[in-house]
């Protein structure tokens, strides 16, 4: 199933401590893969997958807890960037960026 900018940014609402971050390389398609599983304040997990990631930064991640507190997805298909869909940014502290081909919210 596509998801949206604004569906992930809706599933992601509220959820900001960084419970698992996870980078790997698809050996079939050489193409790394982003799973970021973030919990709310009841302890509930929202995981998110992204495909085909490119572009990541990650600053003052590790130490302690881990929070993404403005974690949004943006719709960058128009600019037709090559194999790039959306960017995610945390927005307010910069703490994460990356860009991904396609992303789901498990």
Not at 76 to 86: A, G, H, K
């Amino acid at each position: 199933m596509k998801f949206s900018a604004e569906r992930i940014n809706q599933s992601i609402a509220g959820f900001t401590d960084v419970v698992e971050l996870k980078l790997q390389m698809d050996p079939s398609s050489g193409k790394y893969e982003l799973t970021l599983a973030l919990s709310d304040a009841q302890g509930k997990v929202a995981v998110l997958k992204c495909k085909d990631v490119s572009n990541l930064a990650l600053s003052e991640v590790g130490g302690g807890l881990t929070q993404f507190l403005s974690l949004r997805a943006q719709d960058v298909r128009e600019r037709q960037l090559d194999r790039v869909s959306f960017h995610f940014a945390d927005v307010g502290r910069g703490s994460i960026l990356f860009d991904c081909a396609d992303a789901s919210i498990d």
